[in-house]
């Protein structure tokens, strides 16, 4: 399960009114100021008191209740307008700067309050309206102290634009906006602004999975707060960090984070952004299987975003107690969340929102087995998280149609989607972005650390200095001892700098290697998971149980891969009365073979119900055909293909039970490098075996081309049928080590017929065993026996 973290937005735009965090008693004297000002307002009572004091109620409002916010701003604007209008027959040119300026703080506020009630778009053109207002004035011959001032408000402004665009999904335009904003600040060095900026680029950056450019940004950014003593934005920042380290699947590295920007936030009481490390924290819990204290933490979380009426955090909080319940097994109760949470980000048009619960609805319809509405919901999400880009949902959207269309028996499509999830699981989480991060870590504290070195070595040459002056004023006769005294100093200050050094690079270089043995650990399990899955995907290719019980009665398989994954496979198919079945080797084994296998697999079934005749030597020529067809299309000349023996087994119902001697069924077989082995008693009871020979060519390019042979045999009751692959025989092994080879495989088959097909399979296996020893196992194994 891919858990959703939420992304720690940093909203740097600080309104230009002083907020009042104050108390009712504060706000309900506002209230009264307004009135009583807008009571003496016709009476020419100060323009600017009334418009400070609405605007100043606005900010009151502004993150708890953005709806009333609006109002005081759009009152606010209003006032200012009407000055505009008594000012419009005097010509000068410093009021017109005032009341731009004025009106462009108000703008910017007022878009603030429409993007906390998630009206982006809106947001988004009143911020254009504010850019448009300024720009007038920048591009005039004015002060450049006025400039700035003017370039600040539109940076600002450029900024909140690309909040707007990251909140809608819009990432390249929200990067686009972040780079034109971080470029003004630079140039009027707002640091504060600076070191936001680059914060929210890392979430750009984040978002789209590419780690190691996040953290550049993200310690950037860090850095420079730290220097301003930005406690506020070192708190965000901290915590997408921590977003990071939990992408990178280092829980502990990335609770670490979380809880420093906890602390941060609390101590400096920004009780209303403290959610979403809430949240982070729960997602931590969550992906440790503690889902009680993830729970905890996500309605604490939900808690403080419905006091302050956000909307975005309550929808991400909603979707994230879906998944612990769902994850509880209690899907009903998890759907009720989700769906709450899809009706919140369809109103905020929150795209990427919308893919990830729709990816998590789907895949509840798929565990409550309704595959219809599963399909609707996982394909929806797929579909738009393709345009969005983001990579982490089209690895989570593309692993859940891999899997539902395998529960669906849609072979073809649960490979496809299965190679996309891999596609996109490697581009999320591999060895450079994982490197990278340790990287951009360790350069950040080792910076720090200078810092810190160089100020010691200031001070301590400092005091040096004062010492060698107080010597100078001693006895001369000193002299020469205070210099040998000196020099000693600086042999010990040099050689413990040289061992100081010697032990940073040490242990950095243990750091490192560490962190590579973690990440090889990681890779390795990494691996291990993807190619179980692929088991699950290639066993799905496989004939089930029951069916092979209910057409072949009285048979066994003997089927041991050489890896997780298997080269060979077993095939059987019902036509009509024909009982179809054959046993295959596919070029290589483990996960090449295992690729190869799906290929002709699927090459063999479509094969069946092309051909004209129903015949084994037909259905090769024609699965031949397709499996060329396949591999020409990567344009290179790929000689994959296998080898494999076809049966084709009707039974004769008119036959007399009587007569022993009489035919019972009617044996088709055609072989591409396989034989098929018949074992019958002659009419003294000896069991004898009959080998009928295959074609020597592969079912895939070869050199000659020539159609296949079909071989019919009549059968009796008792006699038995086997066909196989290679890597029984070839197995190395017995008291020499050599190759088992035929002839001690045929004896065997020959000394077993008086047993059950069942106990013909054990004595297979334990001989199989014995013979290979504490060898290694060379080869694929698949062995098909049936009794008439």
């Not at 009426?309 to 309550?314: A, C, L, R, V, W």
């Not at 001070?459 to 200095?465: M, N, Q």
């Not at 000693?488 to 040490?506: A, P």
Request: net charge neutral.
């Amino acid at each position: 399960m891919n858990y959703r973290y939420i992304i720690a937005l940093l909203f740097f735009l600080i309104t230009n009114s002083s907020i009042i965090s104050a108390s009712i008693n504060k706000i309900d004297s506002l209230k009264n100021a307004n009135k009583l000002l807008a009571a003496q307002f016709k009476g020419e009572l100060s323009d600017t008191v009334f418009i400070n004091s609405l605007t100043a109620t606005g900010d009151y409002y502004l993150e708890e209740q953005s709806d009333s916010a609006i109002e005081y701003y759009r009152q606010s604007i209003n006032l200012i307008e009407i000055i505009r209008l008594k000012n419009m027959g005097i010509k000068n040119q410093d009021i017109d700067v005032v009341i731009d300026y004025k009106l462009s703080q108000i703008y910017l506020q007022y878009g603030l309050a429409q993007y906390y009630s998630g009206i982006f778009i809106k947001a988004k053109n009143q911020y254009q309206k504010t850019i448009s207002l300024l720009q007038k004035h920048i591009d005039k011959n004015i002060d450049i102290s006025i400039k700035n001032n003017f370039l600040a408000l539109k940076a600002k402004s450029l900024a909140q634009i690309g909040n707007c665009s990251w909140s809608l999904s819009e990432y390249d335009n929200a990067f686009k906006n972040y780079s034109k904003a971080l470029e003004i600040n630079i140039k009027i060095d707002n640091k504060q602004q600076q070191a936001a900026i680059l914060g929210n680029m890392g979430v750009i950056m984040d978002t789209r999975g590419r780690y190691a450019e996040a953290l550049t940004y993200y310690f950037q950014s860090l850095k420079i707060e730290e220097e301003i003593n930005n406690e506020k934005g070192q708190a965000v920042t901290l915590g997408n960090i921590g977003i990071i380290y939990y992408n990178q699947k280092e829980y502990e590295k990335a609770l670490d984070y979380y809880e420093k920007s906890l602390a941060l936030k609390e101590k400096i009481n920004e009780t209303n952004s403290i959610s979403t490390i809430l949240g982070n924290i729960g997602i931590v819990y969550h992906n440790q299987n503690n889902f009680d204290k993830a729970l905890a933490y996500y309605q604490k979380g939900l808690a403080v975003d419905r006091k302050y009426n956000n909307k975005y955090g309550i929808s991400r909080h909603l979707g994230n107690i879906g998944l612990a319940y769902e994850d509880k097994k209690d899907f009903n109760k998890a759907l009720d969340y989700y769906f709450e949470a899809l009706k919140i980000d369809e109103e905020l048009n929150n795209k990427i929102g919308i893919v990830y619960q729709k990816s998590y609805i789907g895949n509840i319809y798929m565990l409550l087995e309704d595959y219809k509405k599963s399909e609707k919901f996982l394909m929806e999400s797929y579909q738009l998280s393709e345009k969005i880009g983001s990579l982490e949902v089209l690895e989570s959207s593309t692993e859940k149609l891999s899997k539902l269309y395998e529960k669906t028996n849609r072979k073809e499509l649960a490979f496809d989607f299965y190679k996309l999830f891999i596609q996109y699981k490697d581009s999320l989480l591999n060895e450079e972005n994982t490197k990278a991060s340790i990287e951009k870590e360790m350069q950040y504290l080792y910076e720090k650390k200078s810092v810190a070195d160089s100020l010691a070595y200031e001070k301590e040459k400092a005091l040096s200095k004062a010492e060698i002056a107080k010597q100078k004023a001693e006895i001369k006769m000193k002299k020469n001892q205070q210099y040998a005294l000196f020099g000693g100093l600086i042999l010990i200050i040099l050689f413990s700098g040289f061992m100081y050094n010697r032990f940073r690079v040490t242990n950095k270089q243990k750091q490192i290697i560490e962190s590579q043995k973690i990440i090889v650990e990681q890779k390795n399990t990494e691996i291990v998971d993807s190619i179980k899955y692929a088991k699950r995907i290639q066993n799905a290719i496989l004939p089930a149980d029951e069916l092979l019980k209910q057409q072949l009665k009285d048979f066994f398989i003997l089927y041991h891969p050489k890896d997780i994954v298997s080269g060979d496979f077993y095939w059987l198919e019902k036509h009509k009365d024909q009982i179809l079945f054959a046993a295959a080797d596919c070029t290589g084994h483990g996960v090449p073979g295992a690729m190869v296998s799906v290929v002709c697999a699927n090459s063999l079934s479509k094969a069946l119900l092309e051909v004209k005749e129903v015949i084994p030597a037909e259905i090769l020529d024609k699965t031949k055909q397709l499996v060329v067809e396949h591999f020409e299309k990567s344009g290179e000349d790929v000689k994959d293909g296998m080898d494999l023996a076809l049966c084709s087994l009707r039974f004769d119902i008119s036959s007399s039970k009587l007569d022993k001697s009489a035919s019972v069924a009617t044996l088709q077989y055609a072989g591409a490098n396989n034989p098929l082995y018949i074992v019958t008693k002659n009419e003294k009871g000896i069991a004898e075996l009959f080998e009928i020979k295959p074609n020597k060519q592969p079912i895939g390019k070869y050199f000659r081309q020539e159609s296949f042979t079909n071989h019919e045999v009549e059968l009796r009751k008792g006699d038995s049928i086997y066909i196989f692959t290679d890597g029984y025989a070839d197995q190395f092994g017995g008291p020499k080590g050599k190759k088992m080879m035929y002839k001690p495989f045929k004896d065997l088959l020959l000394n077993i017929q008086d047993k059950s097909m069942n106990e013909q399979k054990e004595i297979l296996e334990q001989y199989f065993n014995d013979w290979k020893g504490s060898l290694e196992q060379v080869d694929d194994v698949c062995v098909i026996g049936v009794r008439v």
